[in-house]
DNA sequence: CCTTCACGCATTGCGCGTAA
DNA sequence: TTACGCGCAATGCGTGAAGG
C-alpha cells in the first residue's frame, strides 16, 4: 500500500457554522433545520439533534447547511475533538468545524483517522480558559492519502474492531450484572429479585471462555446456578 | 467588509453542606 | 429527612481584534 501525506486544508474547504441570535425567537421556534452544538458529537453518526432552527435563521446568520456524510469535530470545549458523521443534512454552531463530503476522502476514513488523533489534536489547541482547535490547525493536519478502494477496505476493518469494541464493552457491563447477581443469590433476599432476573446455568450464561467457567464453576462456594440479567454474555 | 479566532461572560446542572 | 443555597465545572454565547 503506498501513499503520501497530504493536509486537510488541500482537501476540504473546512469551515464553521454559527449561533444564531438567541434573542430572536423567529429562528428558534417551529425550526425544522437540525442544528448541531458540539454536545451532539457522542456517536459515530449523527441524526438526531437538541435543537431545530428556522430557514431564516440559516439565512441572517451565520450558521450554514451541511449535506449528509459531512464530517464535524468540536473545536474547543470540554467536548473538544469529539468528532461525528452526519447522516442527515444539518446546520451546527459555531464550536464544530465541518469537512463537507468530497471524492477524495471518504467520510468514514475521515473520521476514524480524526479519531485515531485526537489526543494529538486536543494537545495542539491553544488558549486559557476554554482550549481552541482552530481551523487553521486543522488545516495543517496531514491524512495518508490512500485510494478510494484502499480507504473502504481500511474503513471495514475498522469497522469490525469497533464492532468488537461495542461487544466488549457489552460483555463487561453484563458481568457487572452478574457479579451483581451472584451477591444477590449468596446473600439478597431471593424472593424479592428487584431486578427479575431468571435463574439459568452458569455455563449457559458465559461462553466466552470455557476455563473461566470452569474456573468459577469449580471454585468452592461459587454456585453453578446463577440469577443472572436476561442477556448472554458471548 | 466579511470571516475567523480567541477570550471572557452567561447559563445550566450537579454535588455538597447546612439548617429547619 | 428534606429543602435550600452556594460553589464549581461544563458548555454555550457574544463580541472585539485581526487578517485576507
Redesign the pocket.
Known amino acids: 500500500m503506498s501513499f503520501r501525506y497530504v493536509k486537510l486544508g488541500s482537501l476540504f ?4 457554522g ?6 430572536n425567537k423567529d429562528y428558534y421556534e417551529n425550526g425544522d433545520i437540525p442544528w448541531v ?4 458529537l457522542k456517536n459515530m453518526y449523527l441524526s438526531d439533534v ?2 431545530y432552527i428556522t430557514q431564516q435563521a440559516l439565512n441572517e446568520s ?1 450558521a ?1 447547511l451541511f449535506p449528509k456524510g459531512t464530517v464535524l469535530i ?7 475533538g469529539n468528532c461525528s458523521i452526519l447522516s442527515i443534512d444539518a446546520a451546527t ?3 464544530c ?1 465541518a469537512f463537507k463530503p468530497n471524492n477524495k476522502i471518504i467520510p468514514e476514513f475521515l473520521y476514524y483517522y480524526l479519531m485515531s488523533i485526537k489526543e494529538r489534536l486536543i494537545s495542539l ?15 495543517n493536519i496531514e491524512i495518508p492519502l490512500l485510494t478510494i478502494n484502499e480507504q473502504k477496505r481500511m474503513v471495514s476493518i475498522l469497522n469490525k474492531s469497533r464492532e468488537l469494541i461495542d461487544k466488549r464493552k457489552a460483555q463487561i457491563e453484563a458481568l457487572d450484572e452478574l457479579t451483581q447477581s451472584v451477591f444477590l443469590e449468596m446473600f439478597g433476599d431471593l424472593k424479592s429479585n428487584p431486578k427479575g432476573w431468571k435463574k439459568v446455568q452458569l455455563s449457559e450464561l458465559v461462553q466466552v471462555d470455557a476455563n473461566l467457567v470452569s474456573d468459577i464453576e469449580n471454585y468452592g462456594s461459587s454456585p453453578k446456578d446463577v440469577l443472572a440479567p436476561a442477556i448472554k454474555v458471548c
Open positions: 474547504n473546512i469551515t464553521s454559527g449561533t444564531p441570535s438567541r434573542k452544538k458540539t454536545g451532539d437538541d435543537e451565520s450554514k468540536a473545536m474547543y470545549g470540554a467536548t473538544i454552531n459555531q464550536a468545524a489547541a491553544v488558549g486559557g480558559a476554554q482550549p481552541n482547535i482552530s481551523i487553521s490547525i486543522l488545516k
